[in-house]
T-cell receptor, first 116, second 108 residues
Framework: GAGVSQTPSNKVTEKGKYVELRCDPI?????LYWYRQSLGQGPEFLIY????????DSGLPNDRFFAVRPEGSVSTLKIQRTERGDSAVYLC??????????????FGPGTRLTVL | DAKTTQPNSMESNEEEPVHLPCNHS???????IHWYRQLPSQGPEYVIH???SNVNNRMASLAIAEDRKSSTLILHRATLRDAAVYYC?????????FGTGTSLTVIP
């Protein structure tokens, strides 16, 4: 079956612009996660959805970052007034349930965001 | 979540076993120990996880110290496809803290 997909694979934008990054999780997975990965670093947690609701958004760096999952499937990460420091690979993962201690997370290939 | 210490890098010859260590001395009694790996230009992928007992699956084995303050991921026969960054992640909560992991180089 299909894995987690993310679009676009690459996004180049200018400082100050608004961007949306999309994640299509594995069908039937109720939990969805967003991470950000800078060069040479491990992924950094941003937000976790259980169904339609954001169960934990404590990793979002500031109020320019927002994510939604209106129907409990596809999720969109939205970044307003982008800054050069937002440049990174944005990873999405899904798992069957939100039971993090047992359910493995399946990651997408990521969206590489470059802010000029 | 527990802090982890992993070597920055390791090398192994192809078809030899590899032992990847991880120290997690502040682990709590309910933290599972997860291992993920990330191949170049890909998202991380699950390798194995455990709580107290040693675990085996088709990819690897996980040896957990009796005091749970350290664990070792064992690849029984390294292949070139195993070259990746390996992350050790003790956790119970929603957040996975990946750290910087161990970059494994497999020498043909």
């Amino acid at each position: 079956g299909a894995g987690v997909s993310q679009t676009p694979s690459n996004k180049v934008t200018e400082k100050g612009k608004y961007v949306e990054l999309r994640c299509d999780p594995i069908s039937g997975h109720t939990a969805l996660y967003w991470y950000r990965q800078s060069l040479g670093q491990g992924p950094e947690f941003l937000i976790y959805f259980q169904g339609t609701g954001a169960a934990d958004d404590s990793g979002l760096p500031n109020d320019r970052f927002f994510a939604v999952r209106p129907e409990g499937s596809v999720s969109t990460l939205k970044i307003q007034r982008t800054e050069r420091g937002d440049s990174a690979v944005y990873l999405c993962a899904s798992s069957l349930t939100g039971d993090r201690v047992r359910n493995e997370q399946f990651f997408g290939p990521g969206t590489r965001l470059t802010v000029l | 979540d527990a802090k982890t210490t992993q070597p920055n890098s390791m090398e192994s010859n192809e078809e030899e076993p590899v032992h990847l260590p991880c120290n997690h001395s502040t682990i709590s009694g309910t933290d599972y120990i997860h291992w993920y790996r990330q191949l170049p230009s890909q998202g991380p992928e699950y390798v194995i996880h455990g709580l107290t007992s040693n675990v085996n699956n088709r990819m690897a084995s996980l040896a957990i110290a009796e005091d749970r303050k350290s664990s070792t991921l064992i690849l029984h026969r390294a292949t070139l496809r195993d070259a990746a960054v390996y992350y050790c992640i003790p956790n119970t909560g929603n957040q996975f803290y990946f750290g910087t992991g161990t970059s494994l180089t497999v020498i043909p």
